[in-house]
């Protein structure tokens, strides 16, 4: 069973960084394209950032582009999202998604991704 396994996340005042992973059995991840999305307290899912399998194609949301980094390494079958210069607004669940690449790169509707993670917390602190 494919299975996506989110961690890094936790609580973090305002300005910290967090370092999120998604790690992966599915064999072909190189395969796919990956996203991750967050969803906060009573607010719609929301794209956060996408990278293509080849890692060559990423596209961000404004709200998280020049403080967010979305990154992958196939060997190891993990991908990444480095936060930085964190905001309160950033609070949320965040969820690693695949796409396989054979759909097409790279969408921000969450509607166009086939497999989830469980989602990890990040909470930041004014």
């Known amino acids: 069973q494919v299975q996506l396994v989110e961690s890094g996340g936790g609580l973090v005042q305002a300005g910290g960084s967090l370092s999120l992973s998604c790690a992966t059995s599915?064999?072909?991840?190189?395969?796919?394209?990956m996203g991750w999305f967050r969803q906060a307290p009573g607010k719609e899912q929301e794209f956060v950032a996408v990278?293509?399998?080849?890692?060559?194609?990423?596209y961000y949301a404004d709200s998280v582009q020049g403080r967010f980094t979305i990154s992958r390494d196939n060997a190891k079958n993990t991908l990444s999202l480095q936060m930085n210069s964190l905001k309160p607004e950033d609070t949320a669940v965040y969820y690693c998604?695949?796409?396989?690449?054979?759909?097409?790169?790279?969408?921000?509707?969450?509607?166009?991704?086939?497999?989830w993670g469980q989602g990890t917390q990040v909470t930041v602190s004014s």
């Open positions: 599915v064999l072909t991840f190189s395969s796919y394209a």
């Open positions: 990278i293509s399998w080849s890692g060559s194609i990423t």
């Open positions: 998604a695949a796409r396989p690449s054979y759909r097409g790169c790279c969408p921000r509707d969450s509607r166009m991704y086939e497999l």
